[in-house]
């Protein structure tokens, strides 16, 4: 019999199969609130960053500490869900997915948020509640585009 970090891999494994299988434009990685410790992905598995096609991945609610550069992978991705997880920092490289409409960073531990986050001009929702940030860049509280 598996132990639940193998099944909690599987249902994770599955979930990224299927979807490259079927080419779907969604993948939900997230897993519930109540969800004990070693059940939560505390990385993204590399397999993740070959669903090119994605347009909204939800990673919410995991144990992930950081974002590989491997995300600029996912060009086409529209909606990211990174909150309720352990981050300390977001990377510049986040500037090069372009099609983000959508980045939800709350309930984290970001400290500090890269100006360069301004870059994303198509970014209409950025969540960043609930985290340690000392200021947020002038550059994002001037964005006309941003909606509260």
């Known amino acids: 019999m598996e132990d639940s970090g193998s099944e909690i891999l599987g249902y994770f494994s599955n979930r990224i199969k299927k979807a490259k299988e079927k080419q779907l434009k969604e993948l939900d990685l997230s897993v519930p609130r109540d969800?004990?410790?070693n059940d939560q992905l505390d990385h993204i598995p590399d397999a993740v960053f070959e669903?090119?096609?994605l347009?909204?991945?939800n990673l919410s609610n995991n144990r992930l500490k950081?974002?590989?550069e491997s995300?600029?992978?996912l060009t086409n991705l529209t909606q990211l869900n990174l909150s309720f997880n352990r981050?300390?920092?977001i990377p510049e490289s986040i500037t090069q997915l372009t099609n983000l409409t959508q980045l939800n960073l709350s309930f984290n531990r970001?400290?500090?948020i890269p100006e360069s986050i301004a870059q994303l001009t198509n970014l209409t929702q950025l969540n960043l509640s609930f985290n340690r940030?000392?200021?947020i860049p002038e550059s994002i509280t001037n964005s006309p585009i941003l909606s509260s």
Request: charged share 20%; hydrophobic share 40%; net charge positive.
């Open 55 to 57: 347009e909204r991945l």
């Open 133 to 135: 940030l000392k200021n």
């Open 71 to 73: 995300i600029t992978q």
């Open 51 to 53: 669903l090119t096609w």
């Open 110 to 112: 970001l400290k500090n």
């Open 87 to 89: 981050l300390k920092n």
């Open 35 to 37: 969800t004990h410790l």
């Open 66 to 68: 950081n974002i590989p």
